[in-house]
């Protein structure tokens, strides 16, 4: 059975940073895709990031230059967000196991999501 569970989120001001991580059980991290989606009230699910099972790291446009995905060890991956803006506040998700493009929200397994809220 693979569990993802996620770090907490939290609130922090704008221009400010934050690190999430994403505990894998059942798996390691570099067998499959590995992905960080997020989704804001009344928005679909969007793409943050992801690295695939050969090591490349993708970002999602709005996040590009901000945000670093890597593979900590075996079982975890992390979400280091800088300079976070007001519109980076949503539930962020961690993924594993991509099933068709790595940018699309279909996924074998997702964690709880955990809230990132970033204030002006």
């Known amino acids: 059975q693979v569990q993802l569970v996620e770090s907490e989120g939290g609130l922090v001001q704008a221009g400010g940073s934050l690190r999430l991580s994403c505990v894998v059980s059942?798996?390691?991290?570099?067998?499959?895709?590995m992905g960080w989606f997020r989704q804001a009230p009344g928005k679909e699910r969007e793409f943050v990031s992801a690295?695939?099972?050969?090591?490349?790291v993708y970002y999602g446009d709005s996040v590009k230059g901000r945000f670093t995905m890597s593979r900590d060890n075996a079982n975890t991956v992390t979400l280091q967000m800088n300079s976070l803006k007001p519109e980076d506040t949503a539930v962020y998700y961690c993924?594993?196991?991509?099933?068709?493009?790595?940018?699309?929200?279909?996924?074998?397994?997702w964690g709880q999501g955990t809230q990132v809220t970033v204030s002006s």
């Open positions: 059942g798996r390691t991290v570099s067998s499959v895709t």
């Open positions: 690295i695939t099972w050969s090591g490349g």
């Open positions: 993924a594993s196991g991509a099933l068709r493009h790595y940018c699309s929200p279909v996924y074998e397994y």
